[in-house]
T-cell receptor, first 117, second 109 residues
Framework: DAGVIQSPRHEVTEMGQEVTLRCKPISGHDYLFWYRQTMMRGLELLIYFNNNVPIDDSGMPEDRFSAKMPNASFSTLKIQPSEPRDSAVYFC???????????????FGEGSRLTVL | QKEVEQNSGPLSVPEGAIASLNCTYSDRVSQSFFWYRQYSGKSPELIMSIYSNGDKEDGRFTAQLNKASQYVSLLIRDSQPSDSATYLCLREYGNKLVFGAGTILRVKS
């Protein structure tokens, strides 16, 4: 079974450009999380979805950031316009809802490394 | 105020020693805890989960949770150089999942 798939793996862009990061969660997982990781701030929760509905976006740093989940198999995180301080690794993670096989484990993608010049 | 606090380290231990990693949190809302390991350039991977007070053992790893004192710890026995990584404490309350900053562990051979 394929894991969480993120694209692109690496993105280098110039300040002011729009950046779109993509995530395909594991099939059947009801929850999807977007995290950002930097040396200074560690892993920060940006937003999470349950059944495609955004539940908590209090971690989204500012209006330049937006996230969508149009269906159960796809989510995007968009930054417009991008700034150098947005440079980080962005992780997408998914997990199933509570049930017989629930372990609480978060399944991570390999991350998208963003560099804004 | 950060919801989950960890000492960033680095914590250095000799090979074969016990490594002790700690995490504190800021309120008493009922929750679950997870320990993740992250190698440089890789994504985090789950080591252990703990939901109730007390100890939970899995091989060389023991997780300890003390809700009254609001801390959770991870002990690694017989530390190996391959254990060198960043260890992240993850706190769950409701469906919100918040990581600590992580502790860098270095095991010297």
């Amino acid at each position: 079974d394929a894991g969480v798939i993120q694209s692109p793996r690496h993105e280098v862009t110039e300040m002011g450009q729009e950046v779109t990061l993509r995530c395909k969660p594991i099939s059947g997982h009801d929850y999807l999380f977007w995290y950002r990781q930097t040396m200074m701030r560690g892993l920060e929760l940006l937003i999470y979805f349950n059944n495609n509905v955004p539940i908590d976006d209090s971690g989204m740093p500012e209006d330049r950031f937006s996230a969508k989940m149009p269906n159960a198999s796809f989510s995007t995180l968009k930054i417009q316009p991008s700034e150098p301080r947005d440079s980080a690794v962005y992780f997408c993670a998914s997990r199933p809802d509570r049930g017989v096989t629930y372990t609480g484990e978060l399944f991570f993608g390999e991350g998208s490394r963003l560099t804004v010049l | 105020q950060k919801e989950v606090e960890q000492n960033s380290g680095p914590l250095s231990v000799p090979e074969g020693a016990i490594a002790s990693l700690n995490c504190t949190y800021s309120d008493r809302v009922s929750q679950s805890f997870f320990w993740y390991r992250q190698y440089s350039g890789k994504s985090p991977e789950l080591i252990m989960s703990i939901y109730s007070n007390g100890d939970k053992e899995d091989g060389r790893f023991t997780a300890q949770l003390n809700k009254a004192s609001q801390y959770v710890s991870l002990l690694i026995r017989d530390s190996q150089p391959s254990d060198s990584a960043t260890y992240l404490c993850l706190r769950e309350y409701g469906n919100k999942l918040v990581f600590g900053a992580g502790t860098i562990l270095r095991v010297k051979s």
